[in-house]
């Protein structure tokens, strides 16, 4: 996954420096389309786990009934 610093290293030398994709593939050894995603993003990366739910979800329903 990209860090921030990487995020804004390409960003920098992307609109700074006019460098070509290419050119920031080869100084910091990432992926093309890596570089390109980063390039579109409007926000540095960010980790999102995803939502795991409980062990309760299947029979809350039942429950809620039940105390009801």
Known sequence: MLNVED????RCLRRAEGMPIKAIVRQLGISRNTVRRALAADAPPRYQRPAKGSI???VEPQIRALLA
């Open 7 to 10: 995020w804004a290293e390409i």
């Open 56 to 58: 309760v979800d299947a």
